[in-house]
């Protein structure tokens, strides 16, 4: 069992990376309904320089679909956003 030593700092280590897996399985069930069933494995998505994004691997003539943009976006910003909000609810409160 995982404990934290009733330290908010301990307990944010400790929650952020299963928040993470939950918010990942949430988004892949959201993009990806059937991934389980498909030939087609989810794509993400890395930022290089000059706001290119690039796959995974190096095919170049691979299309980059909307999806995936929109998903490898959220993979990255989200658990930010989430934590900023959190933050603005606790310090309005």
């Known amino acids: 069992m995982i404990t ?13 990376p299963l928040c993470y897996v ?5 988004l892949l069930f959201l ?6 069933k498909s030939y ?5 998505l890395f930022a290089s320089k000059g706001s290119k994004w690039r796959q ?3 095919d170049y003539t691979y299309i980059v679909s909307t999806k995936e ?17 959190v933050f603005f609810v606790i310090v309005n409160r």
């Open 4 to 16: 934290a030593k009733s330290n908010f700092f301990d307990f944010i280590v400790t929650v952020f």
């Open 56 to 58: 995974e691997n190096q």
């Open 22 to 26: 939950l918010y990942f399985r949430i």
């Open 40 to 44: 087609k494995k989810p794509s993400l």
């Open 69 to 85: 943009i929109i998903l490898s976006n959220l993979l990255f910003f989200g658990p930010f956003l989430f934590a900023g909000l």
């Open 31 to 36: 993009f990806y309904k059937d991934f389980d």
